[in-house]
């Protein structure tokens, strides 16, 4: 079972990883045999290396601005949470700004499950 403060920290560390910019910090966190989906991804990603290749081209398209949580409620290795991120667009500088939701699976300290629901016109 996970504790709210156990999550709580890593998210605050998966937050902080992203936005240094931090692939390997940031890839630490999450399983070996981790999933990953969102609205853009309706089929998920499987594994530790196809979501690295997800994170480095978002890191070469953009450079992260804020990730805050607004909310995070835990029920045993089930973490549901409600953030809002923002990024800018390397290509112009646009700042993009989505309020999202989430449902995460967390084992032995790890990110083993992520689904994300947010509206894909709001990153358009």
């Known amino acids: 079972m996970t504790t709210r403060e156990e999550v709580t920290l890593l998210f605050e560390e998966r937050r902080d990883a992203w936005l ?5 910090a940031y890839l630490a966190l ?3 045999d981790m999933t990953y989906q969102s609205p853009l991804h309706v089929e998920p990603l499987r594994g530790r290396a196809a979501f690295a290749r997800l994170v480095r081209q978002a890191f070469v398209l953009s450079r992260p601005l804020a990730f805050d949580f607004t909310h995070i409620a835990v029920v045993g290795d ?18 993009v700004e989505w309020w999202g939701m989430s449902v ?18 709001d990153v358009a």
Do not use: K
């Not at 089930?78 to 700042?95: F, K, M, N, P």
């Not at 995460?104 to 499950?113: F, P, Y």
């Open 104 to 121: 995460a699976e967390v084992q032995g300290g790890r990110i083993r499950r992520w689904r994300e629901y947010w509206n894909p016109a």
């Open 78 to 95: 089930v973490v549901l949470a409600e953030w809002r991120i923002a990024l800018e667009r390397r290509d112009g500088g646009r700042r």
């Open 30 to 32: 999450w399983a070996e």
């Open 20 to 24: 240094r910019g931090d692939l390997d």
